[in-house]
């Protein structure tokens, strides 16, 4: 089966919305999401990009950019108290899901399981929706439990240095492949920058052979 592989961030307001899109695109296509979170704050720091250097007119745009998304897509997006906000225990959390016995008996499972997927989508919802501090571990529990797993096997399996190892092979991983941001997705070889290009993706799937679709 086809997968695109999805670089995201909790931080990360083009991720929200990408979250709940890219899943329902994937099923048109028969494909699968490949869930890679990464730590954009290690990704800036490897790449030397400035985050905070956006100019105040720019940011001002974007914030209302992002209301209007949510209006067309029936999102239930809200501005952040806090931003941006610590993600790194959240995002070894999704690790440690697609570890869990849940996800491991699925077909797919893994980084491609369901159970990545939930999780991920209750950690936006918790941040984006309804401006949750994801980095509180009461308040990731909470989001845990609400994807059906365990939340302090998960949180335990989250502190171990496997996971941290892993989330640190990721963002190794997408600096070689050439990831300078979030969201960005892979169909293949070929990588797609930001929400607004998922009509590329499904494009780009919908012109691949499953075989070569597959990473």
């Known amino acids: 089966m086809r997968t695109v592989d999805y670089y995201f961030d909790f931080s990360s307001t083009n991720s929200y919305f990408s979250t709940f899109m890219l899943p329902e695109l994937c099923r048109r296509?028969?494909?699968?999401?490949?869930?890679?979170?990464?730590?954009?704050?290690?990704?800036?720091?490897?790449?030397g990009f400035d985050v905070m250097a956006m100019t105040p007119r720019k940011a001002h745009y974007l914030?209302?950019?992002?209301?209007?998304?949510?209006?067309?897509?029936?999102?239930?997006?809200?501005?952040?108290?806090?931003?941006?906000?610590?993600?790194?225990?959240?995002?070894?959390a999704v690790l440690a899901a697609a570890h869990a016995p849940a996800a491991q008996g699925?077909?797919?499972?893994?980084?491609?399981?369901?159970?990545?997927?939930?999780?991920?989508?209750?950690?936006f919802r918790a941040y984006w929706e309804r401006d949750e501090d994801i980095a509180d571990r009461a308040v990731l529990a909470r989001s845990i439990a609400a994807s059906g797993l365990a939340p302090d096997a998960i949180l335990a399996a989250s502190d171990s240095q496997a996971i941290r190892d892993e989330?640190?092979?990721?963002?190794?991983?997408?600096?070689?492949?050439?990831?300078?941001?979030?969201?960005?997705?892979?169909?293949?070889?070929?990588?797609?920058?930001?929400?607004?290009?998922?009509?590329?993706?499904?494009?780009?799937?919908?012109?691949?052979?499953?075989?070569?679709?597959?990473?």
């Open 167 to 215: 989330l640190a092979a990721i963002v190794e991983q997408a600096i070689k492949r050439g990831v300078f941001g979030a969201p960005i997705f892979f169909v293949g070889d070929e990588m797609f920058w930001g929400k607004d290009r998922l009509d590329f993706v499904e494009r780009w799937l919908q012109r691949t052979p499953p075989d070569l679709g597959d990473n």
């Open 63 to 92: 914030w209302r950019d992002h209301a209007r998304y949510a209006e067309a897509t029936g999102l239930p997006f809200r501005r952040p108290r806090r931003f941006p906000m610590k993600t790194a225990m959240a995002l070894r």
């Open 29 to 47: 296509n028969g494909a699968v999401v490949r869930w890679l979170p990464l730590h954009l704050a290690a990704l800036f720091r490897g790449t």
């Open 106 to 123: 699925a077909n797919p499972g893994g980084l491609c399981s369901e159970a990545a997927g939930r999780l991920t989508q209750a950690v």
